[in-house]
């Protein structure tokens, strides 16, 4: 069994940073991809990032390439979203999720869901 408790989401402007942070128990950490997703309000959940196993490989939704940054330390069985030049369609609740490999979280195929963030960019 994986736990997975979200932390970093708070009220920022347009154009500010954030750094989210999913803290994981288990001895089993490294062995997981570990992806973000993010539901807004009355619209779906979807992916935003995904990093593998040994932190090697990162996909990226097209809408956050370039302004996002997954990464991961599994000494401390954490992974972060560095997230910069925020805009206010980034606003939603943001997840981390565990399963084992990339296609399967971009997929949706997850193995345990954290609770989730919320981040809120206003304009």
């Known amino acids: ?51 593998i196993g040994n932190g090697s490989s990162r996909f990226y939704a097209d809408s956050v390439r370039g302004r ?16 910069n030049s925020l805009k206010p369609e980034d606003t939603a609740i943001y997840f981390c999720a565990a399963g084992p490999g990339v296609a399967a979280l971009y997929s949706g195929r997850i193995n345990y869901w954290g609770q989730g963030t919320q981040v809120t960019v206003s304009s």
């Open 1 to 51: 069994q994986v736990q997975l408790v979200e932390s970093g989401g708070r009220l920022v402007q347009a154009g500010g940073s954030l750094r989210l942070s999913c803290a994981a128990s288990g001895r089993t950490f490294s062995s997981y991809a570990m992806g973000w997703f993010r539901q807004a309000p009355g619209k779906e959940r979807e992916f935003v990032a995904v990093i």
């Open 68 to 83: 996002f940054t997954v990464s991961r330390d599994n000494a401390k069985n954490t992974v972060y979203l560095q997230m």
